[in-house]
T-cell receptor
Framework: DGGITQSPKYLFRKEGQNVTLSCEQN?????MYWYRQDPGQGLRLIYYSQIVNDFQKGDIAEGYSVSREKKESFPLTVTSAQKNPTAFYLC???????????FGSGTRLTVV | QKEVEQNSGPLSVPEGAIASLNCTYS??????FFWYRQYSGKSPELIMF????GDKEDGRFTAQLNKASQYVSLLIRDSQPSDSATYLC???????????FGTGTRLKVLA
């Protein structure tokens, strides 16, 4: 079955650590996205990529980095510069502007 | 700053009733509109999309779009307890591949 796989499901980060969240899709979608969701709040865009080897900052990119070396993969690194990283992270992909998103199952990141 | 606004709720309706969820948006150039359902602790799933003014029906769900008023709504007929979730409205940001999400409306269907 086609879909988006995010891993791990739960991730614990110590102060000062960088951590990487994985996102892989086999839907052959060109566009991929990373969102952050905090309790009781909407989705905020971190980064997005429309094609391989190209990506753009979203509304809250500070403290995060991404790469898009393959069409299928769009990993997100949460760096030590992100001071409040505890949140639910969602990866999504899309065929285009008119098709909506397919979301992965999410990664819940907690700072310990 | 382009925005999508939703009443956070909770909206409580009895089982079998019609639930009406509303969303307004600020980007006049937006062309595509989506409703997602998100159960607690889970990721959003797409339930409806609409591009043209008017109504679009799919089973118990009806999406309504009025571009002149910049208003999108979702009606859920014969509401079931399993419909209890947060419903997110998303609007395509004109000229981009991005979507702007509302903060969601929490729906509670009472058995």
């Amino acid at each position: 079955d086609g879909g988006i796989t995010q891993s791990p499901k739960y991730l614990f980060r110590k102060e000062g650590q960088n951590v990487t969240l994985s996102c892989e899709q086999n839907l052959n979608h060109d566009a991929m996205y990373w969102y952050r969701q905090d309790p009781g709040q909407g989705l905020r865009l971190i980064y997005y990529s429309q094609i391989v080897n190209d990506f753009q900052k979203g509304d809250i990119a500070e403290g995060y980095s991404v790469s898009r070396e393959k069409k299928e993969s769009f990993p997100l690194t949460v760096t030590s510069a992100q001071k409040n990283p505890t949140a639910f992270y969602l990866c999504a992909s899309s065929q285009g502007a008119d098709y909506g998103y397919t979301f992965g199952s999410g990664t819940r990141l907690t700072v310990v | 700053q382009k925005e999508v606004e939703q009443n956070s709720g909770p909206l409580s309706v009895p089982e079998g009733a019609i639930a009406s969820l509303n969303c307004t948006y600020s980007d006049r150039g937006s062309q595509s509109f989506f409703w997602y359902r998100q159960y607690s602790g889970k990721s959003p799933e797409l339930i409806m999309f609409i591009y043209s003014n008017g109504d679009k029906e799919d089973g118990r769900f009806t999406a309504q779009l009025n571009k002149a008023s910049q208003y999108v709504s979702l009606l859920i007929r014969d509401s079931q307890p399993s419909d209890s979730a947060t419903y997110l409205c998303a609007v395509n940001e004109s000229g981009t591949y991005k979507y702007i999400f509302g903060t969601g409306t929490r729906l509670k269907v009472l058995a």
